[in-house]
């Protein structure tokens, strides 16, 4: 069975920094985070490959948000810098994704709230 857990949510002041992990069970060949604010849809925040020579980023997130991976612990960690509101919402680790869309993803985590205050 699969396993994903995150942790480093919080709150913070915007303009602030925090740091998402995700330990996982397994190895898979992609790795992704996505975020659900409230009375929104779960949407693509950024993924690395297995190998992290490849990475993605949403648009609004770039130059922000640094996703890497610590292949000694089997982690996938999202550096997220220069907060802003619009930025709070509970976050998902996701393994498997092929693509941006929550169905090409295999398997998630149970996510952890981010809540930037203005």
């Known amino acids: 069975q699969v396993q994903l857990l995150e942790s480093g949510g919080g709150l913070v002041q915007a303009g602030g920094s925090l740091r998402l992990s995700c330990a996982a069970s397994?190895?898979?060949?992609?790795y992704a985070w996505f975020r659900q604010a409230p009375g929104k849809e779960r949407e693509f925040v950024a993924a690395?490959?297995?190998?992290?020579?490849?990475?993605d980023y949403l648009d609004s997130v770039k130059g922000r948000f640094t996703i890497s991976r610590d292949n000694a612990k089997n982690t996938i960690n999202l550096q997220m810098n220069s907060l802003k509101s619009d930025d709070t919402a509970v976050y998902y680790c996701?393994?498997?994704?092929?693509?941006?869309?929550?169905?090409?993803?295999?398997?998630w985590g149970q996510g952890t709230q981010v809540t930037v205050s203005s």
């Open positions: 996701a393994l498997g994704c092929s693509g941006r869309t929550v169905g090409t993803c295999d398997y």
């Open positions: 397994t190895t898979f060949n992609r």
């Open positions: 690395i490959s297995w190998s992290g020579g490849s990475t």
